[in-house]
């Protein structure tokens, strides 16, 4: 069984950073990619970042250029930088992985965006 546990996130001011941390412990060899989604009230769980076992990073469309992924899959750790951050941007940010064919969800952690 796989177990990701996050940390970060919090109250920001628009225009503010934040970091976000994960690392993964129990059967997680193998991992095939790691990443973040979020979820706003109401609305689906877009990806916002995901690191790819090839290194390929892919990002969501309203990223532009602001959130950074990084990470060592190899050591089971993934993190987002988050700058430039916006109202929209508040949601509940989940850590992803993905290992035989199976996804796995950290627990997730409240990022607030205030004006």
């Known amino acids: 069984q796989v177990q990701l546990v996050q940390s970060g996130g919090g109250l920001v001011q628009a225009g503010g950073s934040l970091r976000l941390s994960c690392e993964a412990s129990?059967?997680?060899?193998?991992?095939?990619?790691m990443g973040w989604y979020r979820q706003a009230p109401g609305k689906r769980r877009d990806m916002v970042a995901r690191?790819?076992?090839?290194?390929?990073?892919l990002y969501g469309d309203f990223v532009k250029g602001r959130f950074t992924i990084s990470g060592d899959i190899a050591n089971n750790s993934v993190y987002l930088q988050m700058n430039s951050l916006k109202t929209e941007d508040t949601a509940v940010y989940f850590c992803y992985l993905r290992v035989a064919d199976r996804d796995y969800w950290g627990q997730g952690t409240q990022v607030i965006v205030s004006s």
């Open positions: 129990g059967s997680a060899a193998g991992i095939e990619a």
């Open positions: 690191l790819i076992k090839s290194g390929v990073r």
